[in-house]
């Protein structure tokens, strides 16, 4: 309950800051153009910074194990809802379908959820959701990619080339090596980390802002993405992975990335390859927002 009491309170505060950007949106201080560019800095700058941060700590064996367990675990999970995407869809491959397969398996596991697992576990918990973060990345530039371009080939320069995956690939060579960086690098490093939640937070209420929710919300794949993603996915994580004999903060972590809304990135690959980019939004968009409910309830479900 403790812990539950804590994700409340941290998505709480982060939908303060969902609310202001929201405003800053509708009173166009915020604009479309500065959003993208706001969302790109987080991304590709901050978000790198804070992955990077997470290493800087004392070599531990037990740390480098659980960090590979949470890769393992990940894995397991994107198999097993390739697996249910397979069952529900079929041989579905509408544009609307895309938007739905998408939406249920990308979280925004870097944007919303880095923030929430730093505030929920602190670093060693944002270590931890690297390893998803990898697994996401590998995932969403080869299969992400293949459900929009009709079996594209895999962008495996972009994968090797995310700043998010270079971040990680050097904070494990300092991790292991033991670098740290100097007083005034690592003093500067801490405050761009410290941007993210406000950042993130305030482009994703920008997001919401521009969204137009009127026009999908008689289109049913709306909500089976939203059941699939918020609902059908932590929970069957959940059932089963709870026995899995994982260190407690690894499971909670994987369970936390895999229960956060849909991933900002589906609406950037339908703008990119002539997808159904409203559809994206709009669940983009009613995933964040329900999100202030059904995660604090993942969490309550997952403490053991």
Known sequence: MELA?????????????????????RIKMIDKAVNAKLSAFVLDVVNPVLIFNSYQRELSMELLKNLGISVLLSASSYALLMTVLYIVFRKDNSPDTVIAKFSSVYSNCGFMGIPLINGLFGAEGVMYVTGYLTVFNLMVWTHGVSLFSSGGKPDVKKILHSPSIIAIALGLICYVAQIRLPGIL?????????????????????????????????????????????????????????????????????LVASGCPAAATGTMFALKFGGNSEMSAVVFAATTVLSALTLPLVVMLGAR
């Not at 801490?190 to 009127?214: D, K």
């Not at 794949?221 to 709870?242: D, G, S």
């Open 186 to 254: 690592s003093s500067a490093a801490e405050h761009i980390a410290n941007c993210n939640t406000p950042l993130a937070m305030i482009c994703a209420g920008v997001t919401i802002s521009f969204t137009n929710i009127r026009e999908s919300i008689t289109n049913k794949k709306v909500y089976i993405a939203l059941l699939l993603r918020l609902v059908v996915c932590p929970l069957l994580f959940w059932a089963v992975f709870r026995l899995v004999p994982v260190p407690d903060i690894v499971f909670m972590t994987v």
């Open 5 to 25: 009491g804590t994700c409340v309170i941290q998505i709480l505060v982060m939908f303060i800051l969902v609310a202001v950007g929201y405003l800053c949106g």
